[in-house]
């Protein structure tokens, strides 16, 4: 990058006027979107052609269309940093990706030896992450759980069709209460309804990784 580049970015508006130039302060003041930081280099080549990296000082990098910072809430600012605040920008945005690298590197490490131990302490339920996996390993933990205290007990766990469905229905008569039996399969949902934004949010977990998982349990006692 060459840090007194002034190549100018389209303008695609009247608003603003200042020219968008590596050092370049741009602020997003949306608070689902804030950022406040420079811009650390322009993207001249291959698909991000005409994109810009915008970084800040606390290593926090954006990569944007230069058209997009001509509207609102993004705006560009008639101040800049200088050549060394630009190369300090750069290596605190590369140190903070290295640690997040580090961080998934342990998280993943992590994340192994549980499974392994899970399995280990788990030898009759089936490894998938999948619904159909799911789906096998309540019925055993079920069976399992409940054979001696509600003997008799029959349980249906099944797996409603259609598109885009990922749920289970357990359905059951007499014996255990709804929640003693979602003590049991409720570590199974890796995903729950979130009506507010009317989308699937994850629950994922390293138990619903390794024995698997669904959008949805829907319990029904007779």
Known sequence: MNAVNTARAANTSTYPTAEIVVGRRINNSAPSMYFDGFVIELLTEGYYKGYLRLGSLNGD????????????????????????????????VAAKKSAAVRARAAKEAREAAEQAELIKANPDLVVGRYRDSAVVNMRTLLKKAFAVSHKGVRFSVTQPRGSGVNSVDVRWTGGPS????????????????????????????????????????????K
Not at 63 to 89: G, N, Y
Request: proline share 3%.
């Open 61 to 92: 990098e954006r990569v944007v269309p230069a058209s997009i910072l001509r509207s609102l809430p993004w705006r560009v600012m008639d101040d800049s940093c200088t050549s060394d605040e630009v190369a300090f920008i750069l290596a605190a």
């Open 178 to 221: 709804e929640d003693e039996v979602r003590a049991i399969v409720g570590k199974f949902q890796s995903s729950r309804f979130n009506s507010m934004t009317d989308s699937h949010e994850s629950t994922r977990s390293v138990w619903t990784d390794t024995f698997g998982g669904c959008s949805g349990i829907f319990y029904t006692r």
